[in-house]
């Protein structure tokens, strides 16, 4: 699986959300472990190996966990995985205000 397009959607209307885009696609792309000063930024791909719809369940929920601590003021609210005919996959992944922030 290649994914080449990494699509956010601000569902709440989000004023600074360039930044926040910036540091989610950050979060996505560090493997956690690799940072040095924070080992525990970044996504582990445990689930990389997963059958596809448990895949994405499990990227949604990790990546939302790492929100939580890295990006405290947004939560996913969804991801949605679209393969295309020639294995290239898109991502388009929900980011919403996370509640009392």
Do not use: H, W, Y
Request: aromatic share 8%; proline share 3%.
């Amino acid at each position: 699986m290649f994914t080449n397009q990494i699509q956010t959607v601000n569902l709440d209307g989000i004023s600074n959300f360039k930044r926040i885009d910036s540091e989610l696609r950050t979060l996505i792309v560090t493997m956690a472990g690799t940072l040095p000063g924070s080992r525990g930024f970044g996504l582990s791909a445990s689930f990389i190996s997963d059958l596809p719809m448990g895949a994405v369940s499990a990227f949604a929920e990790e990546l939302d966990e790492k929100c939580e601590e890295f990006i405290p003021e947004i939560s996913i609210s969804g991801v949605d995985f679209d393969s295309g005919t020639d294995g290239n996959v898109t991502v388009q992944i929900f980011v919403e205000r996370r509640n009392g922030e």
